[in-house]
């Protein structure tokens, strides 16, 4: 079976730091760029960020960078989100999505055909 599975949410305090994990079974994630989105509620799902397939490339929505850290350990067929010094408007559901990109990475939705089921990330005091 097919599929990305999220771990790692919960809740924090402001200026807290969390690491999601995302873990594939059923095929091999250093094939496809790897992308974190989240969606808080009544909002559209946004790309936060993203690495290629050989973490040659990353990219960061503006509103993380400097935050939030993505990397990939294609070994354990995994990737992570380390994220730190975050704000209660990082509070959303994040979900990992993989991506058959041959350069680079995209935070566009639309790029990307397979996705975990998402872990909720409350940042609150």
């Known amino acids: 079976q097919v599929q990305l599975v999220e771990a790692g949410g919960g809740l924090v305090q402001p200026g807290g730091s969390l690491r999601l994990s995302c873990a594939a079974s059923?095929?091999?994630?250093?094939?496809?760029?790897i992308g974190w989105f989240r969606q808080a509620p009544v909002k559209a799902r946004e790309g936060v960020s993203c690495?290629?397939?050989?973490?040659?490339?990353?990219g960061y929505a503006d509103s993380v960078k400097g935050r939030f850290t993505i990397s990939r350990d294609n070994a354990k067929n995994a990737v992570y989100l380390q994220m730190s010094s975050l704000k209660v408007e990082d509070t959303a559901v994040y979900y990992c999505?993989?991506?058959?990109?041959?350069?680079?990475?995209?935070?566009?939705?639309?790029?990307?055909?397979?996705w975990g089921q998402g872990t909720q990330v409350t940042v609150s005091s």
């Open positions: 059923g095929f091999t994630l250093d094939d496809y760029a």
């Open positions: 999505a993989a991506a058959r990109l041959n350069y680079g990475c995209s935070l566009r939705t639309r790029e990307y055909d397979k």
């Open positions: 690495i290629s397939r050989r973490a040659a490339g990353t």
